[in-house]
């Protein structure tokens, strides 16, 4: 065991565990639906945003999301198009990930968490039930799951942190924590979290891994 206070290692997943699309036009190729000029209007951007939000942060449900988003759209996708590409934004995890999850779980020291801008279609994928594994398994792993919809506060949103260390009893530089975007690594440190910036454009798992033995917890 270090000398250092980390005590619990806590994961964004879109970016760091699990890939996903960044675009609209990359998750219509991924559904195997064609792009259809018009749809993102950037007059409407700021509209999709709140509806985003209001999902992730639990506020509607997916079928109101989905259909939202097809408002918004002008109804160039259907609801049920909205769905499919919502399916298709997320996964596969990262190679190698799963690994270094496992050696992490190990440590009997060091207990570990996601905190995850999510919502309930993507979050249920990630979680074991009693009659099918995780799709995704690596947050599966870990022992403090923490999700936006269920939160009610999504990152960069600095409640969303002190949520985490409320449900959790961990504090400050007890945690450290891995995210790829910006203003969450910069919120999370701003709560005196230890933090890690990942790159989702390269191996992150390599990057997990070579964090972990920096701070001594490999």
């Known amino acids: 065991m270090p000398s250092n206070s980390i ?7 879109g970016g760091v565990l699990i890939k996903h699309h960044r675009t609209w036009d990359a998750g219509c190729t991924a559904a195997g639906l064609p792009v259809r000029d018009g749809a993102m209007s950037p ?5 999709r945003r ?7 942060t639990g506020r509607i449900p997916c079928e109101t999301f989905y259909a939202e988003m097809s408002r918004l759209m002008g109804g160039l996708y ?15 995890e990262y190679d190698g990930v799963a690994a270094v999850m496992h050696r992490l779980i190990s440590v009997n020291w060091i207990d570990t ?11 249920a994928r990630m979680n074991k039930t009693e009659i099918r594994p995780a799709e995704f398994p690596s947050p599966a792993m870990l022992r403090h799951r923490h999700a936006s919809h ?3 506060f999504a990152k960069p949103d600095p409640r969303a942190f002190r949520e985490f260390e409320r449900r959790t009893d961990y504090r400050g530089a007890e945690i450290l924590y891995f995210d790829d975007l910006v203003e ?4 999370a440190r701003a709560q005196g ?9 390269a191996d992150t798992a390599a990057q997990i891994e070579a964090a972990l033995t920096r701070h001594g917890i490999f």
């Open 150 to 152: 269920l939160l009610g």
């Open 184 to 187: 969450n690594v910069e919120t």
């Open 113 to 123: 968490g996601v905190l995850s801008n999510t919502n309930p279609a993507h979050w």
């Open 7 to 13: 005590r619990m290692v806590c994961f964004d997943v």
């Open 193 to 201: 979290w230890i933090v890690e910036h990942i790159d989702h454009t």
């Open 50 to 56: 709140e509806v985003t939000a209001a999902y992730t």
């Open 78 to 92: 259907s609801a049920d198009e909205v769905r499919r590409v919502h399916h298709h934004w997320l996964g596969p």
């Open 43 to 47: 007059d409407l951007a700021a509209h």
